[in-house]
Structures are given as C-alpha cells and as structure tokens.
C-alpha cells in the first residue's frame, strides 16, 4: 500500500530563511512524488514532481525538493522564504506500477512571518 | 486559474438531502478525479473516471455516486447526506489516464455544509 507522511502539521520560518517541509513516503516500486500547495479558498497547484533522474528538482516560486531513495523521503525546500508562501503544502506519492492512484499527505502549514 | 470549472462554490443543506457537485475538465483533459477534503480526515480520494468510464474507485461512500458524461463533465451526486459529509469537495483534471507522472489541475472546490 502506498503512504506519504508530513510529520509536521505546522511549520514557522521567518522571512528570508531557508525553509523545508518535510515529506516521506511508502510504495511499492519506484515512485512518482509530487508537491502541492493550497492557497485560502483556492485549490490545490502543482509546484514540482520527480519522475526519474537527478535527484534535486526544481519547481515554481523557486521551490525545490530532494528525492532521498534510501531514506524515501522528499523534503520541499526553498533557500529564502517570502511571506507569500504562507499556504498548505501537500506531499503526493504516485507508484510506477499501473493501477496505482495518487496518495495525498496529511498537509503542512507553513507560516512565513514578516 | 487551472482551467478547472467547479459549481457551485458553495452548498448549505440539510441531513437527509441530496446534492449534485459539478465540474467541468480543462480543456483536452481525459481523466476526472474526486476529492473530499476535511479538517480530520486531510485529502481523501473518492473516485476517478477517464473518458467517461469509471477507472478507479477510493474511498467513497455508497451513498455517493459519480459519472463522466459525453462532454467529458463530471457529477458527483451525494445522497442521505449526513453531519460528517460537510467537507470541501474538489475536483481534478489531468490528460492522461494511467501514466503515473501525470499533473493534476484542481478546481477551486465546493464547500458542502449539512445542517
């Protein structure tokens, strides 16, 4: 069966400092990853995914995260965090074996203070 | 904006009722997915369809049923609906059906209240 854990219902960063939420994942076979982020009253936005490949990805708003296959994780990061990223950030696992749906973290808030 | 149409936005009614939820796809996009969003229960997947047929099934309750017409919009119907069914409901789009890379494209939601 496939999970993703966020073991971090809340995150605070200051702004201008390195922010990472964190995200480990179970599934059976190779993964697909993905990271999401909800805005107040919008929907859910795709910000980067791994498929294969170099393990650092790079998405939107200058996001990245790193793929750890030994340690199946995929924490989010960014170098300088912005008041505006304050959001819910979803971790999303999808398996490479077909038939398998896409599993959704539990969610990480994030706030940016001033 | 993704492109993904959900109606209406929001829905106040009453235990025992039945609502329909609507949601029309991007453009191009095959694939219709449903999502149930609450405070305990964080994302819940209910239902897939891809071009019209059911392609995978979540946690979805009997009480609820889906279908993707013709035209490639999406209807979840939720029937004797009770307390615990208040949630945000949103729907997703993608173009492909089984491939495991592929980019979800949410709608804003339907905020279900049950009174």
């Known amino acids: 069966a496939q999970s993703v854990a966020q073991p971090e219902d809340q995150v605070n960063v200051a702004e201008g400092n390195p922010l990472t939420v964190k995200c480990t994942y179970s599934?059976?076979?190779?993964?697909?990853l993905f990271w999401y982020v909800q805005y107040p009253n919008r929907g859910l936005q795709f910000l980067l995914k791994?498929?294969?490949?170099?393990?650092l990805v790079k998405g939107s708003y200058g996001f990245e995260a790193e793929f750890n296959k030994s340690q199946t994780s995929f924490h989010l990061k960014k170098p300088s965090a912005l008041v505006s990223d304050s959001a819910l950030y979803f971790c999303?696992?999808?398996?490479?074996?077909?038939?398998?749906?896409?599993?959704f973290g539990p969610g990480t808030r994030l706030s940016v203070l001033p | 904006d993704s492109g993904v149409t959900q109606t209406p936005k929001h829905l106040i009614t009453a235990t025992g009722q039945r609502v329909t939820l609507r949601c029309s796809p991007r453009?191009?996009?095959?694939?219709v997915y449903w999502y149930q969003q609450s405070l305990d229960q964080g994302l819940q997947f209910l239902i897939q369809?891809?071009?019209?047929?059911?392609?995978a099934k979540g946690n979805i309750l009997e009480r609820f049923s889906a279908q993707q017409f013709p035209d490639l919009h999406s209807e979840l119907n939720l029937s004797s609906l009770e307390l615990g069914d208040s949630a945000l409901y949103f729907c997703?789009?993608?173009?492909?059906?089984?491939?495991?890379?592929?980019?979800?494209?949410f709608g804003s939601g339907t905020q279900l209240s049950v009174l």
């Open positions: 997703a789009s993608s173009v492909m059906a089984r491939g495991g890379d592929e980019k979800l494209f």
């Open positions: 599934v059976s076979g190779n993964p697909y």
């Open positions: 791994y498929i294969t490949g170099d393990n």
């Open positions: 999303a696992v999808r398996s490479h074996n077909y038939g398998q749906n896409f599993v």
């Open positions: 453009s191009g996009d095959l694939s």
């Open positions: 369809y891809y071009n019209g047929e059911e392609r």
